[in-house]
């Protein structure tokens, strides 16, 4: 007896999400000390101080099970964001919300929309569902939103977007997310997945269009920018009748009592969220300047991270940097074999990624 045969026939078909590779994997395998992973878009200035003083106070009411309502977090949330409590959906990290609004929406008979090179969660909880996955092909790397449009048939339940867009970084201007919005009949639901929006400067606030489209869904994270990936915790916005239906299929307790006390004091901390950017945005001209003087092309990215295109098969490029102990991330699974994205660092760790990849290039010629 084969014990796959077994599984629901969608789940048998599924390949696991591939996270970037632990620093403590890399040092037993290799046997390489001095590690640095820019591999999973963390932050890299640790967490913040005020995040790790709530956290050491919330340690004292560890016996007791968390609040299943997240009341202090929503209330955080709702005064940050001007909306109301009962629009927000707390997840275990927004992928836990992705998940629980593809099994609230799409079933077997229904279609999910998504664009290539997109996150891979999209695909992943379609088709843990059974439901049928519909890619888009991109347009320069990003999402082509007229043609997303266009592949809108009886059985769209779902259209996945993320802005900006993981692997790619890129960013579509929020009039053209806008009109998008309103070319979108009501029995759709629309995500706009903006987990790496706080390192952008777009002006329009996407959580106004709330009002005026009940069938969106605007989901965020404090694994980004807050720095707080460790924790899990993400959350999603929407008409209080989504967050109705999505609460009704949360687990009770998904989001533990740590992090929600930490997620509080991080959306408090806009020091933190300040440096995270500036950091960002000097490392991220550190990348551009390194790539154009070793004449590597990149695709423009508006997140913390960027994809380069190292002309030749990654895989080799990514094996060579990781025995010079950098972790960066393979992008063939997206559908970019030649790309590495690199997670920005800290000014030393972007200055050795940016020399050991000028050394593994020249060894690869
Ligand atoms: C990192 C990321 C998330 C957030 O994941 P969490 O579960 O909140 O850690 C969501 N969407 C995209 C596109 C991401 O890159």
Redesign the pocket.
């Given at each position: 007896m084969n014990l796959c045969d077994l599984a629901v026939e969608s789940i048998a078909g599924l390949q696991p999400y591939v996270p970037g590779k632990p620093i403590e994997e890399l040092q037993r395998q290799y046997g390489v000390r001095d590690v640095i992973k820019l591999a999973s878009?963390e932050s890299p200035i640790g967490p913040s101080q005020a995040a790790q003083a709530a956290i050491a106070l919330a340690t004292r009411d560890l016996t007791r099970y968390p609040d299943g309502n997240g009341y202090a977090l929503k209330l955080a949330l709702s005064e940050k964001f001007q909306i109301d409590a009962n629009q927000i959906t707390l997840g275990n990290?927004?992928?836990?919300v992705l998940e629980l609004i593809a099994r609230c929406f799409a079933s077997p008979a229904d279609e999910v929309i998504f664009s290539q090179h997109a996150?891979a969660?999209y695909p992943l909880v379609t088709q843990a569902i059974g439901a049928t996955l519909v890619e888009v092909p991109a347009k320069q790397y990003g999402h082509d939103l007229t043609a997303m449009q266009r592949a809108i048939t009886e059985k769209t339940k779902l259209i996945f977007i993320?802005n900006p867009n993981?692997p790619t970084g890129t960013h579509i201007p929020a009039t053209e997310v806008h009109t998008f919005l309103q070319s979108v009949a009501d029995n759709v639901i629309v995500v706009l997945?903006e987990?790496?929006i706080e390192y952008g400067d777009e002006e329009v606030n996407s959580i106004d269009w709330l009002k005026q489209f009940p069938n969106l869904i605007i989901?965020r994270?404090f694994?980004?920018a807050y720095g707080l990936?460790g924790l899990?915790v993400?959350f999603a916005l929407s008409s209080p009748e989504i967050a109705d239906l999505l609460n009704r299929l949360r687990q009770p307790f998904n989001v533990n009592h740590l992090a929600m006390s930490a997620a509080i004091a991080a959306l408090g901390d806009e020091d933190y969220l300040q440096r995270a950017k500036q950091v960002n945005t000097e490392g991220m001209q550190q990348y551009i300047d390194g790539f154009d003087a070793m004449g590597l092309n990149y695709i423009p990215s508006k997140a913390n991270f960027i994809c380069v295109d190292v002309n030749t098969n990654a895989a080799d490029i990514y094996e060579k940097l990781l025995q010079q102990g950098v972790i960066v991330r393979p992008v063939a699974g997206y559908g970019l074999p030649n790309h590495l994205r690199i997670s920005i660092g800290l000014e030393h760790e972007n200055q050795r990624c940016l020399e050991a990849l000028a050394n593994s290039l020249s060894e690869a010629k």
């Open positions: 878009n990290g927004s992928n836990d996150f969660v993320a993981n997945d987990a790496y989901c994270t694994s980004k990936a899990r993400g």
